[in-house]
């Protein structure tokens, strides 16, 4: 059998999938199962998983429409007979690059809404969606269809990411803490940022306040490293300004994301936004102080709620979905990050 496990979305989204992974090879072992991706850092995600055969790149918004059909294409030769398209898929464009593809079977979730304009008839199979379970929950009732009853072999809480990083970056991140002289237990990071958009700064925290705790962890005798993307350099930089402290304080803003990676194993706490980067400490097993805003904990969080801590102090219900696609907020949306205090966070690590 051959199967392709569509994982358009971004780095916490890939994470969100891995269980899902390791249950269907675990169901079928002889069986070539691929991934197909749009960003370099969900290909790291999968590009060392023993569950994973092939890791495909797609890069659809980033190319001419023609150079993206065509890689798709290069993906029907291959005749899989079965895709499925993770969570969140609610995207048209998601639903097309499924149907031209082509596997006899394709798997996606049925949403409240969208059958027809988001193109969902594309698919052969669709699983509603349980908005009162998180994504990993989610990922995993798309193997109801073959068969699979995860629930049989494994409690939902016992789930975890799968997350292999190359030697070398692990190598790299011990090197790197080696070379700053400082005492590897008193290490914090801090990420700042989120995805770059209308929408997705809204899940940031206040940078001032970032600014304000990473003074207060200092003056505790901790040393800071604030790890950002390429997309977050300008708030990277606001923040190491304000901080104003570059002996005790250090910006990785001249790092490639895996080298940020094997940095990031190599310390015992992240404090940060609802991003790619609290799902990967959450995968390498690092404890995290997670802030939380628009999002729905529920949903989205950092699976392994043992070593991760969820602060939230919005006023108002959730209201960042998937299907909101457009790029401006919706009217009158509210962030609810800045009801968080710095006080919160500290007394969050006692």
């Known amino acids: 059998m051959k199967i392709l496990i569509l994982c358009l979305p971004g780095i916490g989204d890939a994470l969100m999938a891995t269980p899902l992974v390791r249950v269907l090879k675990k169901k079928f072992p002889e069986a070539v199962i691929d991934i197909a991706c749009m960003f370099e850092g969900v290909r790291y995600v999968f590009k ?3 569950y994973i055969n092939n890791v495909r790149l797609l890069s659809l918004y980033k190319e001419n429409r023609v150079m993206g059909v065509l890689r798709v294409l290069f993906l029907r030769k291959h005749r899989y007979d079965l895709s499925i398209l993770v969570f969140p898929a609610y995207r ?26 988001e193109f969902n008839f594309l698919d052969t199979t669709l699983i509603p969606v349980d908005e009162e379970e998180h994504h990993v929950i989610n990922n995993l009732n798309l193997l109801n269809p073959l068969g699979i009853d995860w629930s049989k072999q494994n409690k939902a809480k016992d789930l975890n990411y799968d997350l292999y990083l190359n030697k070398e970056d692990v190598d790299f991140g011990k090197k790197y803490i080696k070379d700053l002289s400082w005492n590897k237990n008193k290490v914090i990071g801090i990420h700042p940022g989120s995805i770059n958009s209308k929408l997705g700064i809204l899940k940031r925290w206040p940078v001032e306040n970032f600014a304000q705790l990473i003074k207060a962890l200092i003056k505790k005798g901790n040393k800071v490293l604030i790890f950002i993307g390429p997309d977050e350099i300008e708030v990277g930089l606001k923040l190491y300004d304000l901080v104003g402290n570059k002996r005790d304080c250090k910006l990785l803003n001249n790092l490639k994301f895996n080298q940020s990676v094997g940095v990031l194993n190599q310390i015992d706490l992240l404090i940060g936004n609802d991003n790619g980067f609290a799902h990967i400490s959450n995968a390498l097993g690092i404890k995290s102080v997670i802030l939380f805003g628009p999002t729905n904990v529920k949903w989205c969080s950092p699976y392994n709620k043992s070593i991760c801590k969820i602060i939230r102090k919005a006023s108002f219900e959730p209201w960042f979905r998937n299907d909101i696609k457009v790029d401006a907020p919706p009217k009158n949306a509210r962030s609810g990050m800045e009801a968080i205090s710095v006080e919160d966070v500290l007394a969050s690590l006692s």
């Open 48 to 50: 060392n998983n023993p």
């Open 92 to 117: 048209r464009e998601y639903h097309v690059v499924q149907g031209l593809i082509g596997a006899k079977q394709r798997i996606s979730h049925k949403f409240s809404k969208g059958y027809w304009s």
